[in-house]
């Protein structure tokens, strides 16, 4: 069965320092998210990402944060400067339809 | 906007008893609801969803859900669980027809006892 996938499983970075999150959705997919989890607390959502541009984003997703789909296959997430409050673990998730999204199994990222 | 409450942080049930676990949902527009499930240290699986149709829906594992507008409902039950059943239940919910946010709830975490 397809699968989202995402890399890598576990990201440590200094604060301040730029990160790329990186995510292959399934392939025949057209509607790509990301969404976070800080331990302990729920999943939110970050931003949506169709026909090569943002769709919709969150209050969450300010200028630090940008995706690109720089070819075919990969989804990613880039944080400018990473903050303490970054850390977290986020998801990747791409849908075919508008109301179905799977989810990746999730980067945690660690901010010291 | 739409918003999810999931009212138990935590249910603990003993192994092939039922379990609900209770979610509702608030929203000015027609919604699409879900329910994901979490195992530690793994990412969120789709149970079931409600579209449209029938307010009864059956997912993965023997879980279903049903969905009530009137009382803005869509909780999950399943007859008899199993240990492998203990994770964290996330309830969802997404304006319909579009492909806008999933808005979650907090999750309860079933906790099934030998």
């Known amino acids: 069965e397809p699968e989202v996938t995402q890399t890598p499983s576990h990201q440590v970075t200094q604060m301040g320092q730029e990160v790329i999150l990186r995510c292959v959705p399934i392939s025949n997919h057209l509607y790509f998210y990301w969404y976070r989890q800080i331990l302990g607390q729920k999943v939110e959502f970050l931003v949506s990402f169709y026909n090569n541009e943002i769709s919709e984003k969150s209050e969450i997703f300010d200028d630090q944060f940008s995706v690109e789909r720089p070819d075919g296959s990969n989804f990613t997430l880039k944080i400018r400067s990473t903050k303490l409050e970054d850390s977290a673990m986020y998801f990747c998730?791409?849908?075919?339809?508008?109301?179905?999204?799977?989810f990746g199994p999730g980067t945690r990222l660690t901010v010291t | 906007a739409q918003s999810v409450t999931q009212l138990d942080s935590q249910v603990p049930v003993f192994e092939e008893a039922p379990v609900e676990l209770r979610c509702n949902y608030s929203?000015?527009?027609?919604?699409?609801l879900f329910w994901y499930v979490q195992y530690p240290n793994q990412g969120l699986q789709l149970l079931l969803k409600y579209l449209s149709g029938s307010t009864l829906v059956k997912g993965i594992n023997g879980f279903e859900a049903e969905f009530n507008k009137s009382q803005t409902s869509f909780h999950l039950r399943k007859p008899s669980v199993h240990i492998s059943d203990t994770a964290e239940y996330f309830c969802a919910v997404s304006p319909s027809g579009g492909y806008q946010k999933v808005t979650f709830g907090t999750g309860t975490k079933l906790q099934v006892i030998p």
């Open positions: 998730a791409s849908s075919e339809t508008l109301y179905e999204q799977y």
């Open positions: 929203s000015s527009v027609s919604v699409y």
